[in-house]
């Protein structure tokens, strides 16, 4: 099975600050990776998928890149409502999500 | 609009089946492309894709809980079902369900989720 491996785990931000989270995958899978945001006690919301096509309604401050292994979210300017946890996940066969990036406030 | 909503028991007893019920609106799991998908998340923890069931009845589960899980639908009541076997306390988690929307290419990213239940397994 592939795994997907996110880090940081944990990152502190100020609003403005420039973000960026990386997902690995353990084996190449192109372009079938996608990001969700996750708020507490909430349900993720999907963000981008095939891994830089931003989903309808999502600010453009977000976007995704990488193929392959590696993958990253950035989030060009962060604002205050974007403080969440992301999740990645790969969108072939096993439908594995990584472990999470908590973004929090500094 | 989609939504979807997930129905089922808070509490189960160890060894005992679990069995959620996913209803939804705003789509027709009889459309060519669609599919509807769960996935838990233990408290405090990471995502765990469980099952898809596609429109046409095609069926994929997790590797590593194939042998505990059945997901089935009901097109004409617009839900689909997840039961999981011989549950344990590991098993506690949110449970949600999840719309695959028909894609533009190739994968399976869910687009709208259910609000997800919350199933604790204790004795």
């Known amino acids: 099975d592939i795994l997907l491996t996110q880090s940081p785990s944990f990152l502190s931000a100020s609003v403005g600050d420039r973000v960026t989270i990386t997902c690995r995958a353990s084996?190449?899978?192109?372009?079938?990776l996608a990001w969700y945001q996750q708020k507490p006690g909430k349900a993720p919301k999907l963000l981008i998928y095939?891994?830089?096509t931003l989903q309808s309604g999502v600010p453009s401050r977000f976007s995704g890149s990488g193929s392959g292994t590696q993958f990253t979210l950035t989030i060009s300017s962060l604002q205050p409502e974007d403080f969440a946890t992301y999740f990645c996940q790969q969108l072939n066969g096993y439908l594995a999500f990584g472990g999470g990036t908590k973004v929090e406030i500094k | 609009q989609i939504t979807l909503k997930e129905s089922g028991p808070t509490l189960v007893k160890p060894t005992q089946t679990l069995t959620l019920t996913c209803t939804f609106s705003g789509f027709s799991l009889t459309t060519s492309g669609v599919g509807v998908g769960w996935i838990r998340q233990p408290p405090g923890k990471a995502l765990e894709w469980l099952a898809l069931i596609y429109w046409d009845d095609d069926k994929r589960y997790s590797p590593s809980l194939k042998s505990r899980l059945t997901i089935t639908k009901d097109t004409s009541k617009n839900q689909v079902v997840l039961t999981m076997t011989n549950m344990d306390p590991v098993d506690t988690a949110t449970y949600y369900c999840?719309?695959?929307?028909?894609?533009?290419?190739?994968?399976?990213?869910?687009?709208?989720w259910g609000q997800g239940t919350l199933v604790t397994v204790s004795s």
């Open positions: 095939t891994a830089s």
């Open positions: 999840a719309h695959r929307p028909i894609p533009f290419s190739p994968g399976n990213w869910f687009d709208s």
């Open positions: 084996q190449g899978i192109a372009n079938y």
